[in-house]
T-cell receptor, first 115, second 111 residues
Framework: DAGVIQSPRHEVTEMGQEVTLRCKPI?????LFWYRQTMMRGLELLIY????????DSGMPEDRFSAKMPNASFSTLKIQPSEPRDSAVYFC?????????????FGPGTRLTVL | KQEVTQIPAALSVPEGENLVLNCSFT??????LQWFRQDPGKGLTSLLL?????REQTSGRLNASLDKSSGRSTLYIAASQPGDSATYLC??????????FGTGTRLTVIP
């Protein structure tokens, strides 16, 4: 398996523009997570899905952020409108729950810069 | 809310030394604890996962211990190599797939 795939790897946009980040989880994994990493706050969970259904979105910072998982192999994180403070690295991760073992596998991340 | 702290924030050691990275967490009701490695500009690679019922896990030169009651974990790296240079993150899962990350320890192994 190629692991968790994220695109684009880098995104530079201007304030006010819509940004869409994409993620393909590892095939067969039940859970998909979106994280944001900044120097100030470290890694934070934004939202996670189980079997394509959003379970906990309490980490989504504002209504400008939305995430969807239309099928088991694809998820998007959208920011509309984007602001400079959204600049961060966004990671997608997936996991396969087998009994109590719950290791998360991370994608390479998307580095977002909002000017 | 769970808080995870890693000390030190940065560490430099000469090649060949054994070293210990520390992680502490405030709520001992955890599901498991994971240690990750992050190379500059890259994603996270899982190194070791310790379930709440376990006390340690080993993989090669790495050994991670967990003392849930005191809210501490350590990552021991034996015979460090320059290729071990990276940022090491610990994360605790408090159930419901919620991982709380520490801010990491940036390790530099000097040849």
């Amino acid at each position: 398996d190629a692991g968790v795939i994220q695109s684009p790897r880098h995104e530079v946009t201007e304030m006010g523009q819509e940004v869409t980040l994409r993620c393909k989880p590892i095939s067969g994994h039940d859970y998909l997570f979106w994280y944001r990493q900044t120097m100030m706050r470290g890694l934070e969970l934004l939202i996670y899905f189980n079997n394509n259904v959003p379970i906990d979105d309490s980490g989504m910072p504002e209504d400008r952020f939305s995430a969807k998982m239309p099928n088991a192999s694809f998820s998007t994180l959208k920011i509309q409108p984007s602001e400079p403070r959204d600049s961060a690295v966004y990671f997608c991760a997936s996991s396969l729950v087998a009994s109590s073992y719950n290791e998360q596998f991370f994608g390479p991340g998307t580095r977002l810069t909002v000017l | 809310k769970q808080e995870v702290t890693q000390i030190p924030a940065a560490l430099s050691v000469p090649e060949g030394e054994n070293l210990v990275l520390n992680c502490s967490f405030t709520d001992s009701a955890i599901y498991n604890l994971q240690w990750f490695r992050q190379d500059p500009g890259k994603g996270l690679t899982s190194l070791l996962l310790i379930q709440s019922s376990q006390r340690e896990q080993t993989s090669g030169r790495l050994n991670a211990s967990l003392d849930k009651s005191s809210g501490r974990s350590t990552l021991y790296i034996a015979a460090s190599q320059p290729g071990d240079s990276a940022t090491y993150l610990c994360a605790v899962e408090t159930g419901a797939n919620n991982l709380f990350f520490g801010t990491g320890t940036r390790l530099t192994v000097i040849p």
